[in-house]
């Protein structure tokens, strides 16, 4: 279980983004980058902005509000993956993102269990900042333990922390920060959708997620078969 400094390739990974909202968008780009050379079939996207990894704590998952500027963000995490890395099935994981549920509904958090994924990861990697090498492995123990706590991963989860290879983002950017857009999203009860799907492809991921996010009862999808894709 220890941080890997030989790039190893695995088949399936999960990318825990912990970034501020309004830093996110800046990051998507090299942290696709760096993710795209250590795993190489599919990578699962889990969203906690403000998360840190570092306090030595027991860490949680928390239910994220689905704001304008998440939907913002999951679309051009699709349309960043499509030219960064489109040999990857790149897959953002809903579960945790919804408004929060009233306090009496006896809700212990967004993952009562681990959720199972079709594909079991074998590596959970992050962009959490790292102030000094030393905090490296406190991180990378709190990391694949509040891996394990959301989904059901591989008994021998390694774990790669991004951060190192991704000096290149300005911090003090705080112009973002004043413009970040808490709207919440508008929802509806329910939400119909069409097309082809023939070969899913990014935009059609972020019609499927944005309409999730969307849709408060029912979420119905017509899809096209033979006559219609001639």
């Known amino acids: 279980h220890h941080?890997?400094?030989?790039?190893?390739?695995?088949?399936?990974?999960?990318?825990?983004?912990?970034?501020?909202?309004?830093i996110l968008?800046?990051?998507?780009?090299?942290?696709?980058?760096?993710?795209?050379?250590?795993?190489e079939r599919t990578l699962?996207?889990?969203?906690?902005?403000?998360?840190?990894?570092?306090t030595g704590g027991q860490v949680r998952p928390v239910y994220i509000p689905p704001v304008v500027d998440l939907c913002t963000l999951i679309s051009r995490l699709y349309s960043n993956a499509a030219d960064i890395c489109g040999h990857l099935d790149v897959r953002v994981l809903l579960s945790n993102i919804r408004a929060q549920p009233a306090p009496l509904s006896g809700s212990n958090g967004p993952f009562p269990t681990p959720?199972?994924?079709?594909?079991?990861?074998?590596?959970?990697?992050?962009d959490f900042p790292i102030q000094d090498s030393g905090q490296s492995s406190l991180v990378t123990q709190c990391l694949q333990k509040y891996?394990?706590?959301?989904?059901?991963?591989n008994p021998s989860l390694?774990?790669?922390l991004l951060y190192p290879r991704l000096k290149e983002?300005?911090?003090?950017?705080?112009?973002?920060?004043?413009?970040?857009?808490?709207?919440?999203?508008?929802?509806?009860?329910?939400?119909v959708v069409g097309g082809t799907f023939d070969r899913l492809h990014g935009a059609h991921k972020t019609l499927l997620n944005i309409s999730c996010l969307m849709a408060n009862r029912r979420f119905v999808i017509g899809v096209c078969d033979q006559e219609l894709l001639k």
Not at 3 to 22: D, E, N, R, Y
Request: hydrophobic share 40%; charged share 15%.
């Open 169 to 191: 983002v300005k911090e003090d950017d705080d112009r973002g920060e004043r413009d970040v857009q808490l709207k919440p999203l508008e929802t509806f009860s329910d939400v």
């Open 158 to 160: 390694s774990s790669v």
């Open 3 to 22: 941080q890997l400094s030989i790039m190893s390739m695995f088949s399936t990974g999960i990318l825990v983004l912990t970034s501020p909202l309004h």
């Open 44 to 54: 699962y996207v889990h969203l906690h902005p403000g998360l840190n990894l570092g």
């Open 25 to 39: 968008p800046l990051r998507i780009a090299p942290v696709l980058t760096s993710a795209a050379q250590v795993v």
């Open 115 to 126: 959720q199972m994924l079709s594909h079991s990861p074998e590596v959970v990697l992050t």
């Open 147 to 153: 891996a394990g706590h959301c989904y059901v991963c």
